[in-house]
């Protein structure tokens, strides 16, 4: 019992917290998803995204959810995993990892909660690559892992674009195949 009052003291701080941030995010709300992925540091998932030819996609359309590893997250994979999949014969295998970290809509923190809240505890949701991601909390942290049982925490959340959200994650989900 004191779980389920304490996620939604929770749930109640972040919708509280979203409300605050709609404000302070309207100069972000200008920029693209891809935009701001240029502009702030996320300098692995923006030469994958090139790579995979989803600059467009990532710059027009939407709205997306986009889980952004961090350069932190992608250096944990074998540098050489990436040295690969980096490499023109490779872009399907890429742009399959990419999608795996993104969901079509506007995903916020708090329609995640919202949704674990009404899963009891968990929420899934589906990637535009085509798979599951399921969300569960830790403690205070979102954490997505998906059918293979990889996961990655969310660190900061919500960042509002004008064409989705994106919420930046300390690890590469990777796709089974890959």
């Not at 009052?5 to 941030?21: K, N």
């Not at 399907?92 to 809240?117: D, I, P, Q, R, W």
Request: glycine share 6%; aromatic share 8%; net charge positive.
């Amino acid at each position: 019992m004191k779980t389920v009052a304490s996620f939604f003291v929770l749930l109640f701080f972040v919708v509280l917290y979203g409300h605050a941030q709609i404000s302070s995010n309207k100069q972000l709300r200008k920029n693209s998803i891809l935009e701001s992925t240029s502009e702030s540091g996320y300098s692995t998932l923006l030469q994958a995204v090139k790579a995979a030819d989803l600059e467009q996609i990532l710059n027009e359309d939407g709205p997306f959810t986009v889980f952004a590893p961090s350069d932190k997250a992608f250096a944990k994979m074998s540098k050489n995993k990436m040295k690969v999949l980096l490499q023109p014969e490779n872009r399907k295998e890429l742009f399959s990892l990419l999608t795996y970290h993104m969901v079509a809509g506007n995903l916020t923190a708090s329609k995640m909660l919202l949704a674990m809240s009404r899963g009891n505890g968990k929420a899934s949701f589906t990637t535009v690559q085509g798979n599951k991601i399921f969300a569960s909390m830790h403690g205070l942290d979102i954490v997505l892992t998906d059918q293979f049982g990889n996961s990655a925490k969310i660190t900061t959340a919500d960042f509002n674009q004008r064409n989705g959200v994106i919420h930046k994650i300390d690890a590469v989900i990777l796709p089974e195949m890959l």
